[in-house]
């Protein structure tokens, strides 16, 4: 059972803190990696939620090779979020308040799955070309990378 199973055998649908890593990853041509989801056909950037033992670097590696296949190598802090506006009830119902830890990445190997339980689709994606149908709670995440403000971020 991993932990947030077990967590929620124990608290139910009631809200709790949760830690999500990821990353964004770019190639040499400074493309941003995206895959279709496949719990809600919607593109995103790869990451989930921590594991126990798992550091948030290990986090984003994990995800990141889970989703797309990649390995990722040196990662850079990007932006941190918290605060009300990160709290969401998902649609089984289980209520979170998430702590939201975003990495760049440009040091990667491996080969891009096509397809997989998590992704739907793997692609290396233009910054000015972007996916209309982007996962709504990644969206300010791409739009504070776009503004060239100071990083890392620390939104609450």
Known sequence: MDYISYLRSMVGHEKVIMVVAG?????????????LRSDN???????????LGESVSDTARREAFEE???RLGALELFSIYSGPENE????????????QIWFTCKDFGGELVEQNEESLD?????LNNLPDNFFPSQKKVINDFLSDGKTPYVKE
Do not use: C, I
Request: no cysteine; aromatic share 12%; net charge negative.
């Open 41 to 51: 056909q919607t593109w995103g950037l790869p990451g989930g939620y921590m594991e």
């Open 68 to 70: 797309t296949g990649l």
């Open 88 to 99: 969401k009830t998902l649609q089984n119902g289980d209520q979170v308040s998430l702590v």
């Open 23 to 35: 990353a964004l990853v770019f190639d040499a041509s400074d493309r941003l990696l995206l895959h």
């Open 122 to 126: 793997v692609k290396f994606f233009e």
